[in-house]
């Protein structure tokens, strides 16, 4: 199989299965009990916390472990609402953000919290006159992503979170696609991450909150991380959270360089024809969302069962509708249903890469010649 849906989730690290083998077989006490084996986990999981802190490079906060990154942002959005001083109650986010920020903000909506989702342009970037103008003394906080995981197009959060604390509210960023591949942006208040993104383990994420903006619990029971987030803590999982922050923080500029490379070498290999969705110019080249008019994305991957790639967010497409990111960028039915993704990185080839491509492009032209 040729693995093209690393938006999706990424292979495990070699390093990182071998740091968590030990976790997994003979270390196996509660890192929350007063035993000898039990603080030898806690202090495993510390050391990870330090490595997934110094790999996330935010300072002036301190960072919780969750089951995920959709639980860390259940917590920022539905704990920061629940902290709200009086007047706040506003929310503002964007068309093309993750189900998890989304999906939880229409649930606050639903129970009273004003929401406004702001449309983006063509190529999926954020217009940021519009958004200066829709910040007001009401908004509670502004959550907007680093990298968007259908279409790969960046954000200026750094800026984004200057204009939101002039007014005098939080910052939220799902930062998930960016941890570990670009340079995470800095000036958010809450930023949420996962490990299996990175080459790490999934059922782990975590959730970096600026001193002071800490979000009210979620979670309620034994209080274990910081008092703020319930749960024993995995120290198998944990541990290889760290490893693969700290493998990150060792590769990132030689993994954004063979990611720029593959980019190159997959858009030569697809040929005329395909179309790029989203931004060229602003965007992480690891993620590849492209359309080609009359393909039908799903019949194309049927058709390459051996080639791992995917119609949007591995989160939504079960549902048989076409993706709300790329709708959100004025794509109607038939164009979004024209679209693909590929993603890529660490442990792709260029020659599977491009072999998947043009094998890719070959059905897709005889699609088009069975249709015609």
Same mark, same amino acid.
């Given at each position: 199989?040729?693995?093209?849906?690393?938006?999706?989730?990424?292979?495990?690290?070699?390093?990182?299965?071998?740091?968590?083998?030990?976790?997994?077989?003979?270390?196996?006490?509660?890192?929350?009990?007063?035993?000898?084996?039990?603080?030898?986990?806690? *202090?495993?999981?510390?050391?990870?916390?330090?490595?997934?802190?110094?790999?996330?490079?935010?300072?002036?906060?301190?960072?919780?472990?969750? &089951?995920? /990154?959709?639980?860390?942002?259940?917590?920022? @959005?539905?704990?920061?609402?629940?902290?709200?001083?009086?007047?706040?109650?506003?929310?503002?986010?964007? =068309?093309?953000?993750?189900?998890?920020?989304?999906?939880?903000?229409?649930?606050?909506?639903?129970?009273?919290?004003?929401?406004?989702?702001?449309?983006?342009? $063509?190529?999926?970037? $954020?217009?940021?006159?519009?958004?200066?103008?829709?910040?007001?003394?009401?908004?509670?906080?502004?959550?907007?992503?680093?990298?968007?995981?259908?279409?790969?197009?960046?954000?200026?959060?750094? *800026?984004?979170?200057?204009?939101?604390?002039?007014?005098?509210?939080?910052?939220?960023?799902?930062?998930?696609?960016?941890?570990?591949?670009?340079?995470?942006?800095?000036?958010?208040?809450?930023?949420?991450?996962? /490990?299996?993104?990175?080459?790490?383990?999934?059922?782990?994420?975590?959730?970096?909150?600026?001193?002071?903006?800490?979000?009210?619990?979620?979670?309620?029971?034994?209080?274990?991380?910081?008092?703020?987030?319930?749960?024993?803590?995995?120290?198998? $999982?944990?541990? &290889?959270?760290?490893?693969? =922050?700290?493998?990150?923080?060792?590769?990132?500029?030689?993994?954004?360089?063979?990611?720029?490379?593959?980019?190159?070498?997959?858009?030569?290999? @697809?040929?005329?024809?395909?179309?790029?969705?989203?931004?060229?110019?602003?965007?992480?080249?690891?993620?590849?969302?492209?359309?080609?008019?009359?393909?039908?994305?799903?019949?194309?991957?049927?058709?390459?069962?051996?080639?791992?790639?995917?119609?949007?967010?591995?989160?939504?497409?079960?549902?048989?509708?076409?993706?709300?990111?790329?709708?959100?960028?004025?794509?109607?039915?038939?164009?979004?249903?024209?679209?693909?993704?590929?993603?890529?990185?660490?442990?792709?080839? !260029?020659?599977?890469?491009?072999?998947?491509?043009?094998?890719? *492009?070959?059905?897709?032209? *005889? !699609?088009?010649?069975?249709?015609?």
């Amino acid at each position: 199989m040729i693995y093209l849906d690393y938006q999706a989730t990424t292979p495990v690290a070699p390093e990182v299965a071998k740091t968590m083998q030990p976790w997994i077989e003979e270390k196996y006490a509660n890192p929350h009990s007063p035993s000898r084996w039990g603080n030898e986990a806690e *202090a495993a999981i510390e050391v990870a916390r330090k490595q997934v802190e110094k790999a996330l490079g935010a300072k002036g906060g301190s960072l919780a472990f969750t &089951g995920s /990154a959709t639980e860390a942002i259940n917590w920022a @959005l539905k704990g920061t609402v629940e902290k709200a001083p009086k007047g706040r109650n506003r929310i503002i986010t964007v =068309a093309t953000e993750h189900a998890a920020v989304l999906d939880t903000c229409e649930w606050l909506a639903g129970r009273g919290v004003d929401l406004t989702v702001l449309p983006v342009l $063509l190529d999926g970037c $954020l217009d940021l006159d519009l958004f200066e103008r829709e910040l007001d003394e009401r908004v509670l906080l502004v959550a907007v992503m680093m990298v968007n995981n259908e279409i790969g197009v960046r954000h200026p959060v750094s *800026a984004i979170s200057d204009m939101v604390h002039k007014a005098g509210a939080l910052m939220m960023s799902d930062a998930v696609q960016a941890f570990g591949r670009v340079d995470v942006c800095k000036g958010p208040d809450l930023i949420a991450i996962s /490990a299996h993104k990175i080459h790490g383990p999934k059922g782990i994420g975590a959730l970096w909150m600026r001193k002071g903006s800490e979000p009210a619990p979620l979670i309620h029971g034994g209080g274990q991380e910081q008092g703020l987030r319930s749960g024993t803590l995995s120290p198998m $999982l944990c541990v &290889g959270f760290g490893a693969a =922050a700290r493998l990150a923080d060792e590769r990132c500029t030689l993994d954004y360089d063979h990611v720029q490379k593959l980019w190159n070498a997959a858009v030569h290999a @697809l040929g005329p024809g395909w179309i790029v969705n989203g931004s060229v110019g602003h965007r992480y080249k690891g993620n590849l969302n492209i359309r080609r008019e009359g393909v039908d994305a799903a019949r194309l991957i049927a058709d390459l069962r051996d080639v791992a790639f995917s119609l949007g967010s591995a989160c939504a497409s079960g549902s048989g509708r076409p993706s709300h990111v790329l709708r959100a960028l004025g794509l109607d039915y038939r164009a979004a249903r024209s679209s693909i993704r590929l993603g890529f990185g660490r442990y792709t080839t !260029q020659q599977e890469l491009v072999d998947a491509c043009r094998r890719i *492009a070959a059905h897709a032209v *005889a !699609q088009e010649k069975l249709d015609a």
